[in-house]
């Protein structure tokens, strides 16, 4: 019998692409989401074809867990709140989804003899780096109450490694955009360009534009958790998923602005509280021990979301 795999959070934008891989290897999976920022319309084929099972619930709400974990081997948690400006804003929020909602799920898990955890992190639990490129032994220094959050549940995730209650792997998310990623207030730069491209309006860079960022296709990153699913070497591990790449927010928008064939202004405005100045990362340690190897190049992935935008006006 397939394994059966939690996904919270997988009606979100990666999520749904982490469901749509594990549905296409046989995973026997359930979906657990709110829905506040995931679509229903994202995993519909898999619950209308059988190969999916939503239960809408908040990871705060601790019977809703325990409901969504029973007869669970695998859980990939993704669920989260993963603004850095509205954790700012709303740091009370931000802990309790992130701190809380966690907890709910480790403790969960080791009650229902999970085989394995896996923590979607970011790399923003590392801050302003003080040498590039970004690896695994970078230390942390969160410069938002986002990265504070997700630096915290990597702690409790070791914790329970360590005292041997569950196996965990770390995966720490660089700049991750594709195909289904929506617009809204607190938007990606790239949701952000390819929105006011479509507008003809201006692109805003908060900044000079030198700072850099490491992109990385959410199909690439839908096979590195498919790969960490598999994994026995990368248990107990934390893994950089990223391009290994940099690219400066000036290079980014010269790039859409060539696919676009547009020529807009663009407007530089100051830096925004929290955001890191530069950030790349070695992907040396996933290759080795998840055999995670990215393919969509950034003009690529720019072209196809391109392409989504387009059709959907």
């Known amino acids: 019998m397939p394994t059966k795999i939690l996904v919270t959070g997988g009606a979100g ?6 469901v749509d891989r594990l549905v296409d290897n046989e995973y026997d999976v359930r979906i657990f989401d709110n829905l506040s920022t995931g679509k229903t319309e994202n995993i519909q084929k898999h619950i209308t074809k059988g190969k999916a099972e939503l239960i809408k ?18 859980i990939i948690h993704m669920a989260a709140l993963v603004s850095v400006p509205l954790s700012i804003e709303n740091p009370n929020l931000t802990f309790d989804i992130n701190l809380l909602g966690t907890l709910n799920l480790l403790r969960a898990s080791v009650k229902n003899q999970i085989d394995k955890f896996i923590y979607i992190s970011t790399c923003a639990v ?63 730069v790239i949701t952000r360009f390819i929105e006011r491209c479509i507008q003809k309006k201006p692109l805003i860079i908060y900044g000079d534009g030198s700072q850099t960022r490491d992109f990385v296709n959410v199909m690439d990153v839908a096979e590195a958790v498919l790969a960490s699913v598999r994994s026995r070497a990368g248990e107990g591990e934390v893994f950089n998923i990223a391009s290994g790449k940099p690219t400066s927010i000036n290079e980014l928008a010269k790039t859409l602005l060539e696919l676009t064939g547009t020529d807009l202004e663009v407007i530089y405005e100051s830096p925004r509280t929290g955001d890191i100045k530069d950030s790349y990362a070695d992907i040396s340690k996933a290759k080795k021990l998840l055999g995670y190897k990215p393919k969509v190049s950034l003009p690529d992935g720019l072209r196809d979301l391109l392409k989504q935008r387009m059709a959907s006006t």
């Open 57 to 74: 619930g908040d990871i705060r709400d601790t019977l809703a867990v325990e409901k969504s974990v029973k007869d669970v081997d695998v």
């Open 126 to 188: 590392c801050g302003n780096p003080e040498m590039l490129p970004v690896t695994e032994q970078t230390p942390t220094n969160p410069i938002s109450t986002y990265a504070e959050s997700k630096l915290i549940g990597e702690r409790y995730c070791f914790g329970f490694s360590d005292r041997l209650l569950l196996k965990t792997i770390i995966l720490r998310f660089f700049n991750v955009y594709g195909l289904r990623q929506t617009m809204n207030d607190y938007s990606g």
């Open 13 to 18: 934008f990666i999520g749904s692409h982490v």
